[in-house]
């Protein structure tokens, strides 16, 4: 059994070595099914057709700077289904896969594989949206038989990886089918300062009442940017007419929220406020002779005279005739040589 696989193994790596040989070895092999873009930068949006597969978990798109050595390299694109690309060994394959903008990996990574003649050690290098490296790991391809096979790829940092490199073994020739993130998506790592799918926010922690609250939703009274991580401000209902205050009430802004009090001269919940009666209610300052008339917020004192030595105080009559420094109706104080006398300071 060793020999009859073997032999046909050499022939397709012979076949491979033409082919390189006709591809000036080891330069980048085009093929018309490969989407001819380099890799997007964080902030992009991405084609149509990886819009549509946003909630995937599997490489939603290769980078077509990233591949050398490698036919039909959109094969890997997707959840498996038979079609794989096909890495050539002898001239050092390798392809750049792109996880999907707010699809960031985050667990191990499964490769799905086929057509394998002898077991195979892969590289995968796992990069950054900068597409900077974040670790290493090793796709071990063991599985001969016929059929799709796969095999998981440790990945334990705590940095979201938004690219993947694979790089073929020495003298493989393997399909490479899909290759999944086993995290969950960076969906579930709320506080990590990355919005992610089923996020609104993400301002670096999880703490509520600061706009962005524990479970990654905007707070009311708050608006956030789209700054990673973000960046949320409390909205001043107060100055944008968005308080609900009743007009005879100050509206106060808090964070998240706002307050209202009513005036004086009002009674309520800030909400609605009435107009206080002083005249009705004895809190009035009218003297005896003078007639309260109530006014919205207050009261006026009407009419009036103050008998003799009471002299007119604002609303009040105040009898100032026995206080030898305090004089007239508004407590003009007498200089140390004058006294009062019935309102007035003179010499005594």
Known sequence: MKVSRVAPMWR?????????????????????????EEAPVDGESSSDSVSAMASDRH???????????????????????????????????????????????????????QGLSLAVIAQVEFLRGDMSLISTGQANLLDLGLGTHSTLV?????????????????????????????????????GDGRIS????????????????????????????????PSVCTDVNECTNGTAQCSVNAICTNTPGSYTCTCRPGYWGNGWTCSD????????????PSQVCVNTPGGYECVGGSCPAPRVQCGAQCV??????????????????????????????
């Open 197 to 228: 799918n089923g996020e609104q926010c993400d301002d670096g922690n999880r703490v509520s009442s600061d706009g962005c609250s524990s479970t990654c939703r905007v707070e009311p009274g708050y608006t956030c940017n789209g700054m990673q």
């Open 59 to 113: 490489a939603d798109a290769v980078i077509h700077s990233g591949v050398i050595a490698v036919l039909n390299p959109n094969n890997a694109v997707g959840a498996p289904d038979g079609n794989a690309a096909t890495f050539l060994g002898l001239l050092g394959g390798s392809m750049v896969l792109d996880m999907g903008l707010g699809e960031e990996g985050t667990g191990p990574l499964r490769v799905y594989y």
């Open 12 to 36: 397709m790596l012979s076949a491979a070595l033409a082919f390189g040989m006709m591809s000036a070895c080891g330069s980048e092999l085009e093929d018309e099914s490969v989407v001819s």
């Open 154 to 190: 440790p990945f334990s940092n705590s940095t979201p990886y938004r690219y993947v490199r694979l790089r073929s073994g020495v003298a493989s020739l393997f399909g490479l089918d899909a290759v999944e993130d086993t995290g969950g998506g960076v969906s579930a790592v709320c």
């Open 276 to 287: 206080i009666d002083e005249c009705s209610n004895g809190t009035a300052a009218c003297n």
């Open 319 to 348: 009898d100032v005739s026995s206080d030898v420094h305090n004089c007239g109706a508004c407590g003009v104080v007498c200089p140390a040589a004058k006294t009062c006398s019935s309102g007035v300071c003179v010499m005594g």
